[in-house]
């Protein structure tokens, strides 16, 4: 389709969006969403979609949850943005939530996972420069994604990233995952931090195991660096545990030193968090900052969400949706002979053993409505690599959506494979 067939497409009268005044960033269909509620979003012709994207792990309650516009609300009447040289009651009211159901004592908010892994890159250095006589160098890892800042793209290990908009910022060596001796041959007195996200969640589901974790703690902490987990897709339940490093602790000596947080803690609105333990907490003032930096708008929302989180029988919601969810990905590997699923709770992964993750998208989106039960009606996916679909649905979702979902894919690979 013409990236300017949207006007000219045949149906009700409609309002026309002209797409070309938006920068062409990324591959996007023609479609133009106009409402969410729960795991549906509905396009501008009326046409509902089962949304197992959800804003790329973001809307961890579903779209436009009551909680969220109740927060929104009553806080847009109350204060808006202060400063964030001034305290507000509901950045506190967060910190302090984060701070107890953690292993953390220090907390600085700001907008996105990029701003919070800029921060820990930040931390680190001025950590080292402080504590460990000017090292700077931050260990990462081949296949990370850590945001798309130049130094959190110098971070990440994707294909292509090093050279896109060289030069970059030096001082990532890239190490391999689950390899401990890669990890250590890189570590030299210029080290001050290991730096990775224990489900590499862009590169496709790939888990750090919790013995390479408890390795690489052991390893950081005999080296006097700092453990850094990039817990922006990872954190906030998704993994049926509120922060996916409690997996693999099993004693204070596990913990890692510096955490990031983002999409889930804002349901939805842009919040991100840096958590770090008093030790490592070393910024000094002026060294760190941000205008929107805990703004009461968006930390009203994330106390919201995370008392949504805390309540009995949350958790174990995502962890039976995640056990119900594999259950049924395995099913169809052996109805298709694909290759595997693998995750951790409700961030999950179906290799396809070929390269028709890009057709299923497009089938499941566009080409379900010829089959009973699909009229008017699609399902969202995401590949984030040929041959592969990652499934990172509300951790609200109910077994019967996943089931619904399982339907509209077995479709699309009969149709597709
Ligand atoms: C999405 C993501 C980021 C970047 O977050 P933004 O809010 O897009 O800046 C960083 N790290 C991980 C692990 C992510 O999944």
Not at 384 to 396: V, W
Request: glycine fraction near 10%; charged fraction near 20%; aromatic fraction near 6%.
């Amino acid at each position: 389709m013409s990236r300017t067939s949207l006007a000219e497409r045949p149906g009700p009268a409609r309002p026309v969006f002209p797409i070309r005044a938006l920068m062409d960033i990324t591959e996007r269909p023609d479609n133009v969403f106009v409402r969410g509620r729960g795991s549906w979003l509905t396009d501008h012709e009326g046409k509902t979609y089962l949304d197992f994207v959800q804003g790329w792990a973001v809307n961890c309650l579903g779209h436009c949850p009551d909680v969220v516009i109740d927060a929104l609300s009553a806080q847009a009447r109350e204060l808006i943005t202060p400063s964030p040289a001034y305290y507000n009651e509901p950045a506190l009211r967060l910190a302090e939530l984060l701070t107890s159901h953690s292993t953390f004592q220090r907390i600085f908010f700001c907008n996105s996972g990029a701003e919070a892994n800029e921060g820990a890159i930040k931390l680190a250095r001025k950590w080292g420069r402080s504590r460990k006589d000017g090292a700077y160098e931050i260990v990462t890892f081949d296949g990370a994604f850590h945001g798309r800042t130049i130094a959190t793209m110098s971070a990440s290990g994707k294909p292509g990233w090093d050279t896109m908009f060289a030069p970059q910022v030096p001082g990532f060596p890239k190490a391999v995952l689950n390899d401990l001796g890669s990890v250590e041959r890189l570590i030299t007195d210029k080290t001050v931090a290991v730096m990775l996200e224990p489900v590499q969640g862009e590169s496709g589901v790939v888990l750090a195991s919790s013995d390479f974790l408890r390795a690489l703690r052991a390893l950081t902490r005999e080296r006097q660096c700092l453990m850094i987990v990039d817990e922006v897709q990872t954190g906030m339940g998704r993994t049926g545990t509120l922060f996916a490093y409690e997996h693999f602790t099993r004693g204070p000596e596990d913990v890692p030193d510096i955490m990031t947080l983002g999409k889930g803690i804002g349901a939805g609105v842009p919040l991100a968090a840096l958590c770090a333990t008093e030790r490592v907490a070393v910024f000094e003032r002026g060294e760190q900052g941000g205008t929107y930096s805990g703004n009461p708008l968006m930390t009203a929302v994330g106390c919201a969400v995370m008392t949504e989180m805390l309540k009995p029988g949350f958790l174990p919601h995502v962890v039976a949706a995640g056990n119900h969810l594999s259950r049924r990905l395995i099913e169809l590997v052996s109805e298709f002979g694909l290759s595997h699923e693998r995750g951790l709770g409700l961030l999950r992964a179906l290799d396809l053993g070929s390269d028709i993750a890009a057709s299923l998208v497009t089938y499941a989106r566009d080409r379900l409505e010829s089959h009973p039960g699909w009229e008017h009606r699609g399902l969202l996916l995401n590949a984030p690599r040929p041959n592969l679909l990652r499934f990172m649905p509300a951790l609200t979702v109910t077994p019967a959506e996943i089931d619904l979902m399982i339907d509209g894919l077995r479709l699309a690979l009969g149709a597709v494979k």
